[in-house]
T-cell receptor
Framework: EADIYQTPRYLVIGTGKKITLECSQT?????MYWYQQDPGMELHLIHYSYGVNSTEKGDLSSESTVSRIRTEHFPLTLESARPSHTSQYLC?????????????FGEGSRLTVL | KNEVEQSPQNLTAQEGEFITINCSYSVGISALHWLQQHPGGGIVSLFM???GKKKHGRLIATINIQEKHSSLHITASHPRDSAVYIC???????????FGAGTTVTVRA
Protein backbone atom coordinates (compact mmCIF):
# COMPACT_ATOMS: atom_id res chain seq x y z
CA GLU A 1 0.00 0.00 0.00
CA ALA A 2 1.30 3.44 -0.97
CA ASP A 3 2.25 5.83 1.83
CA ILE A 4 1.38 9.10 0.18
CA TYR A 5 -1.30 11.30 1.65
CA GLN A 6 -3.18 14.35 0.51
CA THR A 7 -5.31 16.75 2.52
CA PRO A 8 -7.93 17.96 2.25
CA ARG A 9 -9.73 15.40 0.09
CA TYR A 10 -12.51 17.86 -0.69
CA LEU A 11 -12.52 21.65 -0.36
CA VAL A 12 -15.16 24.22 -1.28
CA ILE A 13 -14.07 27.84 -0.90
CA GLY A 14 -14.93 31.31 -2.08
CA THR A 15 -13.12 33.35 -4.69
CA GLY A 16 -10.06 35.22 -3.46
CA LYS A 17 -9.20 32.85 -0.62
CA LYS A 18 -5.70 31.50 -0.14
CA ILE A 19 -5.49 27.72 -0.01
CA THR A 20 -2.78 25.14 0.51
CA LEU A 21 -3.12 21.54 -0.58
CA GLU A 22 -0.91 19.25 1.45
CA CYS A 23 0.97 16.21 0.16
CA SER A 24 3.18 13.99 2.27
CA GLN A 25 4.94 10.71 1.58
CA THR A 26 6.79 8.45 3.98
CA UNK A 27 8.70 6.42 1.40
CA UNK A 28 11.73 8.71 1.18
CA UNK A 29 11.15 9.41 -2.50
CA UNK A 30 13.11 12.28 -3.99
CA UNK A 31 10.75 12.84 -6.93
CA MET A 32 7.34 14.35 -6.29
CA TYR A 33 4.73 15.69 -8.69
CA TRP A 34 1.48 17.66 -8.76
CA TYR A 35 -1.03 16.89 -11.49
CA GLN A 36 -4.29 18.65 -12.36
CA GLN A 37 -7.18 16.64 -13.76
CA ASP A 38 -10.54 17.94 -14.97
CA PRO A 39 -13.43 15.44 -15.10
CA GLY A 40 -13.03 12.93 -17.92
CA MET A 41 -9.78 14.49 -19.02
CA GLU A 42 -6.16 13.43 -18.87
CA LEU A 43 -3.78 14.41 -16.09
CA HIS A 44 -1.53 17.39 -16.68
CA LEU A 45 1.71 18.02 -14.84
CA ILE A 46 1.71 21.42 -13.13
CA HIS A 47 4.73 21.14 -10.79
CA TYR A 48 7.48 18.70 -9.98
CA SER A 49 10.44 18.35 -7.67
CA TYR A 50 13.48 16.11 -7.84
CA GLY A 51 14.58 16.81 -4.30
CA VAL A 52 14.75 19.29 -1.44
CA ASN A 53 14.87 22.93 -2.59
CA SER A 54 14.23 21.83 -6.18
CA THR A 55 10.95 22.78 -7.86
CA GLU A 56 10.03 23.17 -11.52
CA LYS A 57 6.91 24.11 -13.43
CA GLY A 58 5.25 21.40 -15.47
CA ASP A 59 3.69 21.31 -18.92
CA LEU A 60 0.44 23.02 -17.91
CA SER A 61 0.70 26.62 -16.82
CA SER A 62 -0.65 27.09 -13.34
CA GLU A 63 -1.03 30.06 -11.01
CA SER A 64 -0.20 27.82 -8.07
CA THR A 65 3.18 27.62 -6.36
CA VAL A 66 4.95 24.77 -4.57
CA SER A 67 7.75 24.35 -2.08
CA ARG A 68 10.00 21.46 -1.08
CA ILE A 69 11.66 22.21 2.21
CA ARG A 70 11.55 18.61 3.40
CA THR A 71 11.81 15.41 1.37
CA GLU A 72 8.49 14.10 2.61
CA HIS A 73 6.43 17.25 2.12
CA PHE A 74 5.36 18.96 -1.15
CA PRO A 75 2.56 21.48 -0.54
CA LEU A 76 0.77 23.38 -3.32
CA THR A 77 -0.54 26.90 -2.68
CA LEU A 78 -3.01 29.13 -4.49
CA GLU A 79 -2.68 32.72 -3.23
CA SER A 80 -6.07 33.83 -4.55
CA ALA A 81 -8.40 31.09 -5.69
CA ARG A 82 -10.69 31.63 -8.68
CA PRO A 83 -13.49 29.49 -10.18
CA SER A 84 -11.11 28.50 -13.02
CA HIS A 85 -9.01 26.68 -10.39
CA THR A 86 -11.86 24.23 -9.76
CA SER A 87 -10.38 20.83 -10.51
CA GLN A 88 -8.90 17.72 -8.98
CA TYR A 89 -5.28 17.93 -7.89
CA LEU A 90 -3.27 14.72 -7.61
CA CYS A 91 0.07 14.38 -5.89
CA UNK A 92 2.48 11.59 -6.81
CA UNK A 93 5.95 10.40 -5.96
CA UNK A 94 8.39 7.98 -7.53
CA UNK A 95 11.47 6.08 -6.51
CA UNK A 96 14.69 5.14 -8.21
CA UNK A 97 17.83 6.88 -9.39
CA UNK A 98 16.61 7.32 -12.91
CA UNK A 99 13.28 8.61 -14.10
CA UNK A 100 11.69 5.19 -14.54
CA UNK A 101 10.60 4.40 -11.02
CA UNK A 102 7.13 3.19 -10.14
CA UNK A 103 4.60 5.92 -9.47
CA UNK A 104 2.61 6.24 -6.27
CA PHE A 105 -0.40 8.55 -6.18
CA GLY A 106 -2.30 10.19 -3.37
CA GLU A 107 -6.09 10.02 -3.21
CA GLY A 108 -6.44 13.48 -4.72
CA SER A 109 -7.80 16.83 -3.54
CA ARG A 110 -11.00 17.94 -5.22
CA LEU A 111 -11.19 21.73 -5.15
CA THR A 112 -14.30 23.76 -5.90
CA VAL A 113 -14.02 27.55 -5.99
CA LEU A 114 -17.32 29.40 -5.90
CA LYS B 1 -3.23 15.98 -31.06
CA ASN B 2 -2.45 14.29 -27.77
CA GLU B 3 0.84 12.44 -27.61
CA VAL B 4 -0.96 9.44 -26.06
CA GLU B 5 -4.17 8.07 -27.54
CA GLN B 6 -6.28 5.38 -25.90
CA SER B 7 -9.06 3.28 -27.33
CA PRO B 8 -11.81 2.63 -26.72
CA GLN B 9 -12.90 5.66 -24.72
CA ASN B 10 -15.59 3.60 -22.98
CA LEU B 11 -16.08 -0.13 -22.70
CA THR B 12 -18.86 -2.22 -21.17
CA ALA B 13 -18.39 -5.95 -20.65
CA GLN B 14 -20.22 -8.82 -18.99
CA GLU B 15 -18.58 -10.49 -16.05
CA GLY B 16 -16.14 -13.11 -17.25
CA GLU B 17 -15.37 -11.49 -20.59
CA PHE B 18 -11.88 -10.76 -21.87
CA ILE B 19 -11.15 -7.04 -22.11
CA THR B 20 -8.48 -5.26 -24.17
CA ILE B 21 -7.55 -1.59 -23.91
CA ASN B 22 -5.17 -0.07 -26.42
CA CYS B 23 -2.64 2.73 -26.12
CA SER B 24 -0.72 4.36 -28.97
CA TYR B 25 1.88 7.06 -28.53
CA SER B 26 3.77 9.35 -30.87
CA VAL B 27 6.92 10.24 -28.91
CA GLY B 28 10.08 8.46 -27.89
CA ILE B 29 9.68 6.90 -24.50
CA SER B 30 11.74 5.41 -21.70
CA ALA B 31 8.84 3.59 -20.07
CA LEU B 32 5.08 3.20 -20.20
CA HIS B 33 2.73 3.05 -17.21
CA TRP B 34 -0.73 1.57 -16.92
CA LEU B 35 -2.73 3.16 -14.10
CA GLN B 36 -6.12 2.43 -12.59
CA GLN B 37 -8.34 5.21 -11.28
CA HIS B 38 -11.42 4.39 -9.24
CA PRO B 39 -14.40 6.70 -8.65
CA GLY B 40 -13.31 9.25 -6.06
CA GLY B 41 -10.03 9.83 -7.83
CA GLY B 42 -7.40 7.58 -6.27
CA ILE B 43 -4.88 6.22 -8.77
CA VAL B 44 -2.98 2.97 -8.49
CA SER B 45 -0.04 1.96 -10.63
CA LEU B 46 -0.69 -1.40 -12.33
CA PHE B 47 2.36 -1.84 -14.54
CA MET B 48 5.47 -0.10 -15.67
CA UNK B 49 6.88 -1.47 -18.96
CA UNK B 50 9.82 -0.72 -21.15
CA UNK B 51 9.63 -3.87 -23.28
CA GLY B 52 7.82 -7.16 -23.70
CA LYS B 53 5.04 -8.30 -21.44
CA LYS B 54 4.11 -8.32 -17.75
CA LYS B 55 1.43 -10.26 -15.91
CA HIS B 56 -0.11 -9.66 -12.53
CA GLY B 57 -3.06 -11.81 -11.56
CA ARG B 58 -5.73 -11.39 -14.24
CA LEU B 59 -4.02 -8.39 -15.79
CA ILE B 60 -1.56 -8.58 -18.67
CA ALA B 61 0.27 -5.65 -20.23
CA THR B 62 2.24 -5.76 -23.46
CA ILE B 63 4.28 -3.19 -25.32
CA ASN B 64 5.65 -3.06 -28.85
CA ILE B 65 8.29 -0.32 -28.95
CA GLN B 66 8.65 -0.42 -32.75
CA GLU B 67 4.90 -0.04 -33.25
CA LYS B 68 4.63 2.52 -30.39
CA HIS B 69 1.72 0.59 -29.01
CA SER B 70 0.73 -1.04 -25.74
CA SER B 71 -2.25 -3.10 -24.68
CA LEU B 72 -3.76 -3.88 -21.31
CA HIS B 73 -5.76 -7.09 -21.09
CA ILE B 74 -8.12 -8.12 -18.30
CA THR B 75 -8.97 -11.82 -18.28
CA ALA B 76 -12.15 -13.15 -16.61
CA SER B 77 -13.37 -9.62 -15.91
CA HIS B 78 -15.21 -8.88 -12.68
CA PRO B 79 -17.40 -5.95 -11.58
CA ARG B 80 -14.62 -4.81 -9.25
CA ASP B 81 -12.49 -4.18 -12.36
CA SER B 82 -14.81 -1.28 -13.20
CA ALA B 83 -12.58 1.79 -13.25
CA VAL B 84 -10.80 4.22 -15.55
CA TYR B 85 -7.59 2.78 -16.98
CA ILE B 86 -4.95 5.31 -17.93
CA CYS B 87 -1.91 4.89 -20.14
CA UNK B 88 1.02 7.21 -19.45
CA UNK B 89 4.37 7.39 -21.20
CA UNK B 90 7.65 8.68 -19.80
CA UNK B 91 9.09 10.86 -22.57
CA UNK B 92 12.72 10.03 -23.26
CA UNK B 93 13.65 13.62 -24.15
CA UNK B 94 12.65 15.28 -20.86
CA UNK B 95 11.61 12.39 -18.57
CA UNK B 96 8.15 13.85 -18.05
CA UNK B 97 4.93 11.86 -18.23
CA UNK B 98 2.28 12.31 -20.91
CA PHE B 99 -1.12 10.84 -20.13
CA GLY B 100 -3.89 9.39 -22.22
CA ALA B 101 -7.45 10.50 -21.53
CA GLY B 102 -8.31 7.13 -20.02
CA THR B 103 -10.65 4.26 -20.86
CA THR B 104 -13.74 3.89 -18.70
CA VAL B 105 -14.42 0.20 -18.13
CA THR B 106 -17.74 -1.02 -16.74
CA VAL B 107 -18.13 -4.71 -15.98
CA ARG B 108 -21.71 -5.85 -15.38
CA ALA B 109 -22.55 -8.84 -13.19
Amino acid sequence: EADIYQTPRYLVIGTGKKITLECSQTMGHDKMYWYQQDPGMELHLIHYSYGVNSTEKGDLSSESTVSRIRTEHFPLTLESARPSHTSQYLCASSEGQGATGELFFGEGSRLTVL
Amino acid sequence: KNEVEQSPQNLTAQEGEFITINCSYSVGISALHWLQQHPGGGIVSLFMLSSGKKKHGRLIATINIQEKHSSLHITASHPRDSAVYICAVLRSNDYKLSFGAGTTVTVRA
